[in-house]
């Protein structure tokens, strides 16, 4: 089975802190994402990757960044963290054949105070 | 624009069937997929349609129909374990676009 693992369960950090959110999957898959998910809004996009070193924009990727430099890690990245960014946050990778879609971590619970 | 609607909330009883229905606008497909997620807990993968029709797993079913937008989900024999959040989602250019997803609450 593919595993995504997401570094942290639960997550409380201060507003304005640098904050890094850290994925790995042991498949060997290209891609991976980062969702936030939140009541009412369901699962948007903040940032994916096609490949090392590569990043692309999602719905939502004001206030975040990314990093790849390695296949199988994919860190988010608040540079300086707000109180509406409080969420659920879900990393997810595929190969990108469905129809086995995506494989996604068991999620971050961050909370800004 | 992107856009894909699904009824936020359903109720149903144990032992009865119940359709979650979803609808789409979006500027790409490559198919549509449904998603399960218990409180908690990470979402897995239920069904992918790409073709016109009805998909068959068990006490699931999911119908597509592409000409309309529309997706439904069918859950048969409905049991207190399927009490979650059905999520569904447009594939387009190798990434998945949500819905808000459907909560749904089964009662004895």
């Given at each position: 089975d593919v595993k995504v693992t997401q570094s942290s369960r639960y997550l409380v950090?201060?507003?304005?802190?640098?904050?890094?959110?850290?994925?790995?999957?042991?498949?060997?898959?290209?891609?991976m994402f980062w969702y936030r998910q939140d009541p009412g809004l369901g699962l948007r996009l903040i940032y994916f990757s096609y490949d090392v070193k590569m990043k692309e924009k999602g719905d939502i990727p004001e206030g975040y960044s990314v990093s790849r430099e390695k296949k199988e890690r994919f860190s988010l990245i608040l540079e300086s963290a707000s109180t509406n960014q409080t969420s659920m946050y879900l990393c997810a990778s595929s190969s990108g054949i469905p129809p086995l879609g995506y494989t996604f971590g068991s999620g971050t619970r961050l909370t800004v105070v | 624009g992107q856009n894909i609607d699904q009824p936020t909330e359903m109720t149903a009883t144990e032992g009865a069937i119940v359709q979650i229905n979803c609808t789409y606008q979006t500027s790409g497909f490559n198919g549509l997929f449904w998603y399960q997620q218990h409180a908690g807990e990470a979402p897995t993968f239920l069904s992918y349609n790409v073709l016109d029709g009805l998909e068959e797993k068990g006490r699931f079913s999911s119908f597509l129909s592409r000409s309309k937008g529309y997706s439904y989900l069918l859950l048969k024999e409905l049991q207190m374990k399927d009490s979650a959040s059905y999520l569904c989602a447009v594939y387009q250019g190798g990434k998945l676009i949500f819905g808000q997803g459907t909560e749904l609450s089964v009662k004895p």
């Open positions: 950090k201060r507003t304005g802190e640098k904050v890094f959110l850290e994925c790995v999957q042991d498949m060997d898959h290209e891609n | -």
